[in-house]
T-cell receptor, first 115, second 115 residues
Framework: GAGVSQSPSNKVTEKGKDVELRCDPISGHTALYWYRQSLGQGLEFLIYFQGNSAPDKSGLPSDRFSAERTGGSVSTLTIQRTQQEDSAVYLC?????????????FGNGTRLTVT | KQEVTQIPAALSVPEGENLVLNCSFTDSAIYNLQWFRQDPGKGLTSLLLIQSSQREQTSGRLNASLDKSSGRSTLYIAASQPGDSATYLCAVRGSSSGSARQLTFGSGTQLTVLP
């Protein structure tokens, strides 16, 4: 596709269940980011993948959060044993690289609601 | 740690007015600064990216300036239209090895252009 694709667009889950969120970056983009946006808050960095380098996981809020990127393309963000405070919009972005002239392109996000 | 502030948090103007949105950041060691718009329920759309060596970028009715030494950027919107109503976010990418992997976002300015 032409842009970053995220699925599902909406997810409602019960507290304690695991969820998987998917991101398809723009073809050829080597850098992939996950951000979280809570109601009325700014964007919170979660994790960054660049090519085959080890991911920067410094933004993951707890060990219940993990992410992987298979084949340098599709990424999955997994939240285990979801809590109500995990409710937020999870945004994925990709860029050509982390160089000076590479803007980020965002998907429309997955709105996660934990009941 | 980089901090990005956007003032005002919300702004309402009549159609046709020229307006300025402000963004300030605490660490001037940046690679670039990017302005985005976010429509309700959507992801972020990149508007302009200014490299650290540049002072301004223009796209249509939008002009973004950067004063790295003072830690400030402005987004100027000329002849505002109701379709410009959205939340505008600025984000900086750091130039140090630890901060270059992610963007730090401001919390945004919610703009409403009244017809």
């Amino acid at each position: 596709g032409a842009g970053v694709s995220q699925s599902p667009s909406n997810k409602v889950t019960e507290k304690g269940k695991d969820v998987e969120l998917r991101c398809d970056p723009i073809s050829g983009h080597t850098a992939l980011y996950w951000y979280r946006q809570s109601l009325g808050q700014g964007l919170e960095f979660l994790i960054y993948f660049q090519g085959n380098s080890a991911p920067d996981k410094s933004g993951l809020p707890s060990d219940r959060f993990s992410a992987e990127r298979t084949g340098g393309s599709v990424s999955t963000l997994t939240i285990q044993r979801t809590q109500q405070e995990d409710s937020a919009v999870y945004l994925c972005a990709s860029s050509l690289d982390r160089g000076r002239s590479s803007p980020l392109h965002f998907g429309n996000g997955t709105r996660l609601t934990v009941t | 740690k980089q901090e990005v502030t956007q003032i005002p948090a919300a702004l309402s103007v009549p159609e046709g007015e020229n307006l300025v949105l402000n963004c300030s950041f605490t660490d001037s060691a940046i690679y670039n600064l990017q302005w985005f718009r976010q429509d309700p329920g959507k992801g972020l759309t990149s508007l302009l990216l200014i490299q650290s060596s540049q002072r301004e970028q223009t796209s249509g009715r939008l002009n973004a300036s950067l004063d790295k030494s003072s830690g400030r950027s402005t987004l100027y919107i000329a002849a505002s239209q109701p379709g410009d109503s959205a939340t505008y976010l600025c984000a900086v990418r750091g130039s140090s090895s630890g901060s270059a992997r992610q963007l730090t976002f401001g919390s945004g300015t919610q703009l409403t252009v009244l017809p």
